[in-house]
């Protein structure tokens, strides 16, 4: 039967961890609202710099007014806190990864610490990655797509009285509506970048192969259409181009989960722990195939 001693003992360092823990989420928050801070300081550059692939689109097609109205008045407020959240994010998220590694890197070996550390690194260079291509390729395809669909308009005239004129289509855009969608594209394009350094991590713990990923090629790619169609918008475009660069990173994905499987058969190899399929055989059916040999030659 435990002591409360016993008790106590073990308890304590289950309490050290939750504390360990609340130190790291604490300085977490922290760096996150002093980031966000000083995005709001600044909200205005930061907007002017999101709001540059729709001037550039208008730009190209004559339209030298760029403007965004405020449908609601407190819209504007909520815009610098839009910003301000997500610039917070980027600015904190380095030191926030680091306060993970803090936490976790105490319980990994020195081998698990030298594979989890480059998923560590590249879970947000990929991020970023997609980031940019949503921002800097996407989104201003997408806003020419839906800028075509405006149209000039004409007065009535004397000879056209009774046809009519024709009802101008101009974009007047929500600011914060246009804030929304682009920062939908960003998260939505640079969380599916994260795909070949999810699937690369789960190759290394064990978890998925080379070879159950390609038989499941087919599920992926109507997984992979339905997530296009529910994170972009209605438009084939954008669609197409989130499909084929996901579907891009799956297979590449496939590639890096070979690697990793090439380097482990290695390394077992090299230790002596490596058994082919062929040479894995159960002794026990071995035994009774022998026993089976003997009893027809004696028969």
């Known amino acids: 039967m435990s002591s409360p001693d016993n008790i106590e003992d073990s308890s304590a360092p289950l309490i050290e961890h939750l504390a360990e823990l609340r130190t790291r989420l604490i300085h977490s928050v922290v760096a996150f609202i002093i980031g966000m801070v000083i995005c709001f300081t600044i909200w205005n550059p930061i907007f002017n710099f999101l709001t540059h692939p729709l001037c550039s689109a208008m730009m190209e097609r004559g339209q030298s007014d760029c403007g ?155 997984g992979i259409l339905v997530l296009a169609a529910l994170v972009t918008p209605p438009d084939v475009i954008t669609q197409v181009i989130l499909f084929v660069v996901v579907y891009g990173l799956y297979e590449v994905s496939i590639q890096l989960v070979k690697r990793v499987e090439i380097k482990r058969e290695a390394e077992l190899r090299a230790q002596g722990l490596w058994v082919d399929d062929d040479e894995d055989e159960d002794p026990m059916t071995a035994d009774f195939g022998e026993d089976e040999a003997d009893e027809g030659a004696k028969s």
């Open 68 to 222: 965004l109205i405020l449908i609601k008045l407190q819209e504007g407020f909520f815009v610098a806190i839009s910003i301000s959240l997500l610039g917070g994010l980027v600015l904190s998220f380095p030191y926030i990864s680091y306060q993970m590694w803090r936490f976790v890197a105490p319980g990994l070996y020195k081998s698990e610490k030298g594979a989890f550390l480059p998923f560590l690194v590249a879970s947000p260079f990929m991020f970023f990655l997609g980031a940019s291509f949503a921002f800097y390729v996407v989104t201003p395809l997408a806003f020419d797509f839906f800028l075509g669909f405006q149209q000039a308009g004409s007065l009535i005239g004397e000879d056209d009285a009774k046809s009519g004129g024709i009802a101008a289509i101009a974009f007047q855009g929500s600011a914060q509506e246009y804030l929304r969608l682009t920062i939908k594209f960003i998260v939505a394009f640079g969380l599916c970048f994260q795909l070949p350094v999810l699937l690369t991590l789960m190759g290394k713990a064990g978890l998925v192969s080379a070879q159950g990923l390609r038989s499941v090629r087919k599920y992926a790619v109507v």
